[in-house]
């Protein structure tokens, strides 16, 4: 079992829209979409979503961040009380620690 936390990035955090816009629009490099949402975790804008549980032993990929993206869409259900469907610029933390971007095509780590 692999535990995965997400952050979404607040409605109402204190940003400019143009550092949102940089952040869930992206239109540069990874880097610079790194870049991007370290200023706005600087700045605090992002809030705990929920902690999603994975189980991968019946996977045959061992990428978990994957299977938690995918639960945490709001589909057939909310994912978690409140919570809209994780996107573009959240951020996934995989209980060893590492973290990853949600990228318009998959995942970049934040270092």
């Known amino acids: 079992m692999s535990t995965f936390k997400i952050y979404h990035l607040s409605y109402t955090a204190d940003i400019t829209r143009d550092e949102r816009l940089d952040v869930t629009c992206p239109t540069g490099s990874d880097d610079d979409h790194r870049n991007a949402v370290d200023v706005a975790g600087r700045k605090g804008a992002y809030v705990l979503a929920g902690t999603i549980t994975v189980d991968?032993?019946?996977?045959?990929?061992?990428?978990?961040?994957?299977?938690?993206?995918?639960?945490?869409?709001?589909?057939?259900t909310n994912w978690a009380e409140g919570q809209r469907s994780t996107s573009i610029g959240d951020i996934i933390v995989e209980d060893c620690g590492d973290r990853y971007i949600v990228a318009s095509v998959g995942f970049i780590p934040t270092s």
Not at 56 to 75: H, P, T, V, W
């Open 56 to 76: 991968l032993s019946d996977c045959r990929s061992a990428d978990g961040k994957g299977y938690a993206f995918q639960a945490s869409q709001n589909i057939d």
